[in-house]
C-alpha cells in the first residue's frame, strides 16, 4: 500500500491550466454569484446534462467566460460520442435556491474535491485540475493550520507550490491570487466544522456523484456497501473537518437516502417515478403543485437535513427521513443566509483588527427581534 502510494504521488502533475486566467468574479462580498449565475445560465434552468458545445455557447451570449466553470466546478462525461455537462448536486443547490453563502460553500468543496471527468479533448491532468488546491488545503490549512485561515494568503500558496515537485508550470503568482480570493469568499475555515451542517450534507451528495460517474467513465461500479470506503479514499472527510462518532452515523443515514432515490437520477422526475413503481407497482402519485424543494430530515439529528426535489419526498419518507415542507425550508435558508452574512461582516471587522462588543449569537439575537 506504501509503495502504491509514494507512486501516485511520484505520477501526480500538477498544472495550472485556465485557472491563470482572470477571475473577473466581483467584489468578496459577492461570493460567488457569477458563478451561481452561469450555472444557471448554462443550464437554462433546467436539471439535465447539457452537451458541452451548448453549455459554452448559452455561457458567451450571456457575456460570461465559461472556462473556469466548466473546467474546474462541473463534471463533464462524453456519453454517446458527446461532451456533457452533468447534472448533479451543485446544479441542483444553483438552480433550486437564490445565491448564499450555502452554494459558495458546496462550489468550493466541488472545486477542491477536484473530480470534473473527461472530454474528448482533455489531457490527463484536467480529469482532476485543482490537485494543487486539494493539497494546499489538507495538507496546510487543515493539517498545519488546523483550518486557522490568518496564514492563509497568496504569498503562501505560491510558496506552497513553488517548493513542491507535483507543480509543473513556470509561473505561479496568479494561481496564488486566484486561490487565495476563492478560498477566503468561499469561508474555507468552516470545511473545519466538526458537526454535520447542511453544507456538509450537501457536500456528501456531490461527493458521491462525482465519484459515481468518475468511475463509470473507466467501467466501474461500486456496490452501495463501498460507498463509505470510496468517500474515505478520495479524502472527503479529512477535506470536510474530519471523521467522528456524529458524522459516521450521518454517513450512514445519508448513504440509504442517496441510494433510495436512486443516485444521480434522483433528479430527473421521470427517472424517480420509474423506479417508485418498480418499487411498488399499484403506486399512484400526484403530480406537485409547488416545485420548491423539499427537506429530508432525520429523527435522530435534525442537523441531517437534505434537501430534495418535490417528487423523491416519497422515495425519502421510505428510507426512514421526515420531509419538511418548501416554507419551512425557506425560513430555514433564509436564517443561515443572515447567520452567514452576519459572519461575513464580523470577518471584515476582525480582519480590519476591529474588535465587536457583541458575540455573533447577540447580534443575530437583535436581528430578529429577540429581548
Known sequence: MLLLFWRIFLEEVWKPGSFTKNFSWGRNSNGLV????????????????????????????????????????????????VDMICADELVFQALSWDHSPAFDKVALFAFLFSYV???????????????????????????????????????????????????????????????????????????GEKRPGRWWVDCLFLALDRLIEDSLIDGRTYRTSEYINLLSHSKFFELTGGENLEKQL????????????????????????DKILQEEPQFQSMRVNDSRPRGATHLTNPRILKSISPFCADLAKKAGFDVISPDEMDEMQAAEFIRGRTESALAVLNEKGIRPNMTIEELLKITRGGA
Open 250 to 273: 450521518a454517513t450512514t443515514h445519508l448513504i440509504r437516502l442517496y441510494t433510495a432515490l436512486g443516485g444521480r437520477d434522483r433528479l430527473s422526475e421521470d427517472a424517480v417515478r
Open 34 to 81: 457569477e458563478l451561481h449565475s452561469i450555472i444557471r445560465a448554462g443550464f437554462n434552468d433546467a436539471l439535465e446534462d447539457v452537451p458541452r458545445t451548448e453549455f459554452r455557447e448559452r455561457i458567451k451570449k450571456s457575456g460570461h467566460t465559461e472556462y473556469i466553470p466548466i473546467n474546474f466546478f462541473l463534471f463533464n462525461r462524453t456519453i454517446a460520442g
Open 117 to 191: 471527468g473527461k472530454w474528448k479533448k482533455a489531457a490527463a491532468y484536467q480529469r482532476r485540475p485543482a490537485l494543487w488546491a486539494n493539497a494546499y488545503v489538507l495538507e496546510r490549512v487543515a493539517s498545519k493550520y488546523n483550518w486557522n485561515t490568518k496564514s492563509v494568503t497568496a504569498d503562501d500558496i505560491q510558496n506552497f507550490v513553488q517548493n513542491d515537485p507535483r507543480y509543473k508550470a513556470e509561473t505561479s503568482r496568479k494561481l496564488a491570487t486566484n486561490l487565495n480570493f476563492l478560498l477566503h469568499i468561499g469561508k474555507v475555515q468552516d470545511f
